[in-house]
């Protein structure tokens, strides 16, 4: 009986560690979308919903820590140094924009306008200033996509996402009240769908069987089987 309990663990852990980043991912992209693009459009600026605001985000970071470990296990070389300095610093930032976006609420309207108007300039940079972050990130995945190391569809993401981001760090100078305003409609709507989107992707890309160097051998999910039944 404790053989048999033994390999039904050894059967079913491998696969729950499979399927952790993909049910990080998902969590990540609900908690994020939430946090940027609907509490913002239903409940605007009340004090509650900010606070929730900032309660989703530090939850959304947590998944996307889990994310981010089982990618890196993936990469090697410089590519490898760039995400783990892409990583600590999206999540520096995620944790940052939660201290610019839960911290006025605490006091609602005991701010004189202009510090209201100061924090709320400062706070409204942290999506700008992420793209630089997400592009670290994207870049290396995309670069390990193209040995065949993960799925090119995912490469494929990743090069749109990098592209976008790109594109979207002209936020950082954009005029106050434009789409390209800092923290404006880009940053949320568009730069934020995509955030989502992207880290989700990877989580379901990192789920599937592990592929070798040049896409044409067995995974290492196929070949452990094997060697458990020689070992035997």
């Known amino acids: 009986m404790n053989t048999a309990l033994g390999m039904t663990v050894a059967t079913i852990a491998p696969d729950m560690n499979r399927r952790a980043p993909m049910i990080a991912g998902l969590a990540f992209a609900v908690l994020y979308a939430t946090a940027l693009l609907v509490i913002p459009a239903l409940a605007g600026a009340d004090e509650g919903a900010v606070r929730a605001q900032a309660l989703l985000l530090a939850f959304a970071v947590l998944a996307l820590v889990v994310v981010l470990a089982f990618a890196r296990e993936r990469l090697s070389g410089p590519a490898a140094h760039v995400f783990t300095i892409g990583s600590a610093v999206l999540v520096a930032q995620l944790c940052l924009g939660i201290w610019f976006t839960g911290g006025p609420a605490l006091r609602p309207g005991q701010l004189d306008t202009d510090a209201a108007r100061v924090v709320g300039d400062v706070g409204a940079m942290w999506l700008p200033a992420a793209t630089v972050a997400h592009i670290l990130v994207a870049v290396p995945i995309l670069l390990a996509a193209n040995e065949d190391l993960l799925p090119r569809w995912l490469g494929t993401g ?36 995509l955030t989502a989107a992207f880290f989700l992707a990877v989580g379901i890309a990192l789920s599937l069987p592990e592929r070798t160097g040049n896409g044409t051998g067995p995974t290492v999910a196929e070949t452990a089987p094997a060697d458990e039944t020689a070992g035997q």
């Not at 090069?159 to 949320?188: C, D, K, R, Y």
């Open 158 to 193: 990743a090069a749109v996402f990098t592209v976008e981001q790109l594109v979207e760090t002209i936020t950082i100078i954009g005029p106050p009240g434009s789409f390209i305003s800092p923290g404006g409609p880009m940053n949320h709507y568009l730069g934020g769908t």
